[in-house]
């Protein structure tokens, strides 16, 4: 299956600016180092969203029903601005009251 209303999908800048991209986030830092090491940057956040929405045409898994929505996982192999490439899962929820998909977080994937 496709993310639901994949192409109405929300990806907050500040998800990737200040939290993917960040060297000095508490827990975002930690992916920053991963996502640094395929060229990119905080400056450059929209690289980022690019790579995360190209992956919607992959398909997605159905995760937990929470209190605020259904989540989703969609994972792919991205290309980084660097040329390098790795696999990544982004997960994804439609809140309740909503019906558009809106980006949690993206990390490093297990290999195929």
């Not at 994949?6 to 800048?13: H, I, K, M, S, Y």
């Not at 000095?24 to 929405?53: C, Q």
């Not at 994804?92 to 909503?98: A, H, K, L, Q, T």
Request: charged share 30%; glycine share 6%.
């Amino acid at each position: 299956m496709k993310l639901p209303k994949a192409e109405q999908a929300v990806v907050a800048r500040e998800k990737l600016e200040n939290y993917l991209l960040s060297r000095t986030h508490p827990v975002g830092r930690f992916k920053a180092e991963f996502f640094s090491a395929l060229g990119y940057t905080r400056n450059d956040w929209r690289a980022l969203e690019m790579s995360i929405r190209w992956l919607l045409s992959a398909e997605a898994r159905e995760r937990e029903q929470t209190v605020y929505g259904k989540k989703y996982e969609v994972a792919g192999v991205i290309a980084g601005p660097n040329g390098r490439s790795a696999r990544i899962v982004t997960v994804w929820i439609v809140r309740r009251n909503e019906d558009f998909p809106r980006f949690i977080t993206a990390y490093p994937g297990e290999p195929e």
